[in-house]
């Protein structure tokens, strides 16, 4: 189920049915094609990052899209784009 392939945080954005956009990264099952970044863009979305090794794609779609971004084939899980920071520290 589509469902299962929204983040609690994607999820509750999705319902509220905002126009306002967000970014979001979606994972694939395996590398995205442009079959794939057609689909992604008829639903809705607009790619603002690639990542060259990973089955990733950051996508800038209204909230109100998720469910049909969620749609499309190969999609495995749709998380909200958030900074990254390292959790350690080298040691001096």
Known sequence: PKDERL???VAALARSASPRPM???VRFEATPTDATHRAIRAA???IVR???KL???AVRIPAQKITALA???GVKFIEVNA???SA???AI
């Open 88 to 90: 350690s520290t080298a």
């Open 23 to 25: 970014e979001v990264v």
């Open 7 to 9: 983040s609690t945080r």
């Open 55 to 57: 089955p990733l794609r």
């Open 83 to 85: 900074p990254v920071a």
């Open 71 to 73: 749609e499309v084939p």
């Open 44 to 46: 809705g979305g607009q």
């Open 50 to 52: 690639s990542y060259e």
